[in-house]
């Protein structure tokens, strides 16, 4: 096995190799992974159940030394197999029950991604004042990561993450006092508001979710998708014309839509059942009356 640590403290055994870049310091990462007690054939502790692994933030959420010393030298992809001496591990202590002291421990690692998120970490904990000195090409790579790693947390179903990743780059875009000037601005925040309107979609917050579909609309007034899910927003909140007013807008931009024709169907369907319940407690409001 390879000596990563320098010491021989950490030794790797490459099971697949992966591609493309290392892991960077304080990265956020994802993996799965299993940890073996010397003899042992079940693990003391894995992941591999979860259908989503929970992400980690090298620097913060990972303990044990040794795994993060070798998560530095993987790639997108790999299975590796690590050994981490007892002072890379739980020490001479151990962990008790679990971890006997002294133990050298086995880990087999798949790095499944990884996120750069370091410096957008750091540009975040600056204050308003602080981020507003760096050029708008600093700004605009920030919240690109932030936008990507909201992607990455939507298309895993965890939605209310995503929306605080998307929530951030909406801020770092918003505060630049020359928005109206930049074309590259306003077009990185009308995909910001996008995002952040259906992920209040999925997450039942509709009023939310018009307010963000408005602001992308007060960019582009001819936007397919902000229409779309203004329209969306008003029908779940039951204010049916507004609703009929965006979906038909949304509907003369791409006629053949087949979800656009469906929410219109819908709002049809819904309206028509709102009517029926209004003569329902009219008659009986007027019985009442006699």
């Known amino acids: 096995m390879e000596d990563v ?8 055994e490459v099971i697949r190799a992966g591609s493309g870049e290392k ?12 940890g073996y007690l010397e003899h042992a054939e079940r693990p003391f502790n894995t992941n591999c159940f979860q259908r989503f692994p929970k992400l980690m933030k090298l620097g913060e959420d990972i303990t044990l030394l040794g795994m993060e010393i070798g998560l530095l030298t993987m790639q997108k992809g790999e299975i590796s197999r690590f050994l981490y001496f007892p002072r890379y591990a739980f020490g001479n202590l151990g962990c008790p029950p679990l971890i006997p002291p002294a133990a050298t421990v086995l880990f087999e690692i798949e790095l ?5 998120t370091a410096e957008s970490d750091s540009f975040c904990n600056y204050t308003q004042e602080q981020q507003s000195r760096f050029p708008l090409d600093k700004v605009l790579k920030i919240a690109k990561t932030e936008k990507e790693f909201g992607n990455y947390l939507f298309k895993q179903s965890r939605f209310d993450d995503a929306k605080d990743r998307y929530k951030r780059a909406f801020t770092l875009l918003s505060h630049r006092s020359f928005l109206d000037e930049c074309s590259s601005l306003n077009s990185a925040l009308l995909y910001v508001n996008l995002n952040l309107s259906l992920t209040y979609l999925k997450l039942e917050r509709p009023s939310r979710a018009l307010t963000y579909g408005e602001k992308a609309l007060a960019i582009d007034g001819n936007n397919t ?13 039951r204010e049916y014309e507004k609703a009929q007013h965006f979906l038909l807008a949304a509907q003369k931009m791409e006629p053949f839509n087949l979800e656009i024709n469906n929410e219109l169907k819908r709002l049809s369907s819904c309206y028509q059942e709102y009517k029926d319940q209004q003569k329902k407690m009219c008659r009986h409001q007027s019985v009442r009356t006699d």
């Open 5 to 12: 640590s320098g010491d021989r403290g950490v030794l790797k």
């Open 23 to 34: 892991v960077p310091h304080d990265a956020t990462v994802i993996v799965k992974y299993s």
């Open 112 to 116: 499944l991604d990884f996120l750069d």
């Open 225 to 237: 998708k902000a229409l779309y899910r203004c329209g969306q927003a008003s029908l779940d909140l």
